[in-house]
């Protein structure tokens, strides 16, 4: 009585989901739940479906994130479309990001070009913004939780949450996170020695080595910036759409268009080598509490 009553307060809707989407396929699953790809069936529109058990106490969490979700609204940040409980599932019926995740893109096709970074990293704080304003933080920025859609543009992911007052850390955790963020992107692979504060002061160093002598004075002063050891001290992501490695970026439309169809044809030459879809490898949908992938 009590789930059901909660489940009401937080509009969700008790029906079977099956009666407005059309399941196509399997996508792929995490520690407590599967994504299918999914059609709606009255608009023809394609969707990503997330199918969680509730027996874990997992769903509590993504009730509560979800509804979060639904509380941002940005171009940036993935939309909720609805939710559903039926037969012991919570269903989270979503936008689909076709174009897949940054991790994948950059394993697949190398690093970014340095616009290509600025533009990402752009757009990712803008959804960040977002979110902070509302009083929130994201908490796991990373390339593999990064999401676009067919034309390149991106969508942030879906994990959001708050902070408990007795954690060491705030909304600029993110700040952190969105650096190290750029530099895997820029370089197709992660930088070892960042792990723990305590190294910071290494990969900054490392930042004026001559195999980041390539990137602008401007990346480097951002990253710098971003990796700022003492949060106080580091810059808001408000501050950081100030800085010149941003200011100077004079393109709207996504410079990864091209690459997200080199990606698709990467992959579609994969799936025919291995005589299967392998469809998980496309997109991964991680919501808090999962496995990281990492």
Known sequence: MWMMKKMKEFKIQLKDPHQDYDFMEYIGSGTFG???KAK???TGQLAAIKAIRCT???YIWAVLESTIMNDIHHKNVTR???RYYWNEHLYLCMELCGGGDLKSLCKETGPLTEQQVAYVARELLLALDSVHKKGFMHRDVKPGNIFLNDDGEKNATKRVGTARPDRAYNQKCDVWSVGITL???ARGQCPHFYIGPQCVSRLLSNLESQKFKSWSTEFRSFLKAALTKNPEMRPTVEELLQFDFLRNL?????PLKKRIQEYKALKKGHDLNDNKVT????IYYQFAHEKDTE
């Open 80 to 82: 909720l479309t609805g």
């Open 56 to 58: 874990s106490i997992n």
């Open 250 to 254: 004079h393109i709207e439309k996504s």
């Open 40 to 42: 709606i069936c009255k």
């Open 183 to 185: 530099i895997i992107l």
């Open 34 to 36: 599967t994504v299918y």
């Open 279 to 282: 469809g998980s490898n496309l």
